[in-house]
């Protein structure tokens, strides 16, 4: 069995710790829902400030071109290639995720006429599926959308499917997808592939060009650190972008955005992604955060991250086994991401108990713990107190003691 001393050795001996530092959270605080939002970082303060004070206030609009106000979501875009395997101007950061699926799907679409099927999890996440419809619905052609389990989809890709639609990580379960494999299969079949990659990205290595990944997208909010509704990313192949045409003709999009001609003539490149004005403010706060992920090493954060949910998944065995735990976690580090979802029938009360005592997790309807292990400022030693909290609550039946009844609310993804 180990101790706590063996938790407090393991934080002294990681490479990553100095960062915990780079982020505003209490030093008691327990903080595993970076799955959800990613906590906040120092110096968002003093950048947000300085754009607001010095960029907005004295030079004004000015801005747009003397602070590159213009070039942001590009330069934010090549920072965010970086994490996810991808080169410059293969990716730009805009809109929403939801926004953005909107655009890939409809542009690959377009690209296959032939064809009439997107393909996707039936467990994907919700919203992805509602976005994959609304897609549908605009097409002024029969297209459908086939809905299947993990263990069908390769069974089912064939020549009438013309997007393979997944994410890379399972929200629900942490179960992480074969990227490159399912990629493959799917341009065996001539299909093009989307990638939603918001609960990868930030927290691990991942590998588009090299998975030759036609389209992705994903959120700034969580591993990212950008902050609530921070703005999200896509990117789209360098041998694609010239065969691109996004539904969404905003004029940041426009080859010249200035010249106010009542003619859309879509921009080279990713640019051509864009719609409507940047949101400067919140795309600096998320500038930070993707920062701080270059400066660590991802090889150290996947490295970390597989050892933090390792962990936490045998304590959770050890030490709370009587108590009707079940981990849907794959137990293979390959096969997980970065969180661990644990099943129980009073899911929702032991939630709200461990926050009641310092442990900030979140709760799935129908009784889905999950627990998010964000590399950088997630703590050895958080895993074996976040145990021991869960262990206190179940022995001492405290979970059955809560207040209030609010499961049908939830964090966002």
Sequence with gaps: MLNRKFFEERDQADPLSCFRAEFSLPDELIYLDGNSLGALPSQVMNRVSRVIEREWGHDLVRSWWDNRWMELPAILGDKIAQLIGAQPGEVIACDSTSVNLFKVLSTALSSSPDRHVILSDRANFPTDLYIASGVISTMGRDVEMRLVGSGELEQQIDSSVAVLFLTHVDFRHGARCDMGHMTRLAHDAGTLVVWDLSHS????????????????VGCGYK??????????????AQALQAGVRTPLTGWMGHEAPFDFSTRYAHAAGIRQMLCGSPPILSMAALEVGVDLLLDADLAEVR???????SLFMQQVNERCKEHGFTV???REANRRGSQ??????????????MCHHGVVADFRPPDLLRFGFAPLYTRYTDVWDAVETLHQIMEEGTWDRREGDNRGEGTAR
């Design 223 to 236: 591993y990212l650190n950008g902050g609530p509704g921070a703005p999200a990313y896509v990117y789209v």
């Design 201 to 216: 990205a930030g927290a691990m290595p991942v590998e588009l060009n090299a998975c030759e990944v036609d389209f992705a």
């Design 303 to 309: 490295k970390k991250s597989i050892q933090l949910t």
């Design 328 to 330: 849907l976690t794959p």
């Design 340 to 353: 661990v979802s644990l099943a129980h029938p009073h899911g929702f009360e032991i939630t709200e108990a």
